[in-house]
């Protein structure tokens, strides 16, 4: 379904790090948010060529942010909805999980074609 969402983040107590977002759909809030959280890893191990975490850890690092929520208005409401960090948490597992389920089916297709 069609909608805005605004995702806003303050890191910490700092008043001038907040930060805010557009976008037109769930998956793009939540690829952001994760984008964030690579970027941070990014920075604090320079070296890695490939960084790896896993939801917790993605979990973990939402919990030490100060503030993250999202304001969400669906096409044609007349006003945003808030949505608390638990919400972006469990837009984050549905995305993964969608991900992982269809990393799986191609596992099993190419099983059962190996297998013919």
Not at 1 to 21: G, H
Request: hydrophobic share 35%.
């Amino acid at each position: 379904m069609p909608c805005t969402i605004l995702l806003l983040i303050q890191p910490d107590e700092r008043l001038q790090k907040r930060s805010y977002a557009r976008f037109h759909s769930i998956d793009d809030c939540v690829n952001r948010v994760c984008a964030i959280y690579e970027s941070v890893l990014e920075r604090k191990y320079p070296d890695m060529r490939v960084i790896h975490y896993d939801i917790t850890e993605l979990y973990d690092f939402m919990d030490e942010l100060k503030d993250i929520v999202c304001l969400v208005k669906q096409e044609g409401a007349s006003e945003y909805v808030p949505r608390n960090k638990q919400w972006i948490k469990e837009q984050i597992f549905v995305k993964l999980n969608t991900i992982l389920k269809k990393e799986q089916a191609k596992k099993d297709l190419k099983y059962s074609e190996e297998d013919a």
